[in-house]
């Protein structure tokens, strides 16, 4: 199973980049799927979380209402749409595969849940 993450890269405060991660190698349709990062120094935090269908998603507090995960299945990609860029959002972007359909809760929260990851996208956002 591979992820490929992209979409990173520098940007200035306020941007809109988004990421993709394109999957292969499993039914892409089968699993929960996640967005992770992680800032210089700091431990790999939750961001946001799919159901298989896309109807279900999940947010970490400091992204909600900014951010907005998606998936189109039929291209097997996960998407992270980000938007009003801060500094602090500067991190390397992970995409991971979950063991489930579904996502759930606490587990979705901690990197142990997931079964398949992403080599990272690096986001760095300029003031």
């Known amino acids: 199973v591979q992820l490929q993450a992209s979409g990173g890269g520098p940007v200035q405060a306020g941007g809109s980049p988004r990421l993709s991660c394109a999957v292969s190698?499993?039914?892409?349709?089968?699993?929960?799927m996640a967005w992770f990062r992680q800032a210089p120094g700091k431990e790999r935090e939750f961001v946001a979380a799919i159901n298989w269908s896309g109807g279900m998603t999940y947010y970490a507090d400091s992204v909600k209402g900014r951010f907005a995960i998606s998936r189109d299945n039929a291209k097997n990609t996960l998407y992270l749409q980000m938007n009003s860029l801060t500094p602090e959002d500067t991190a390397a972007y992970y995409c991971?595969?979950?063991?489930?359909?579904?996502?759930?809760?606490?587990?979705?929260?901690?990197?142990?849940?997931?079964?398949?990851w992403g080599q990272g996208t690096e986001v760095t956002v300029s003031s």
């Open positions: 991971a595969s979950d063991r489930y359909r579904d996502s759930y809760y606490p587990d979705r929260l901690f990197s142990h849940a997931y079964r398949y």
């Open positions: 190698g499993q039914t892409f349709s089968d699993y929960a």
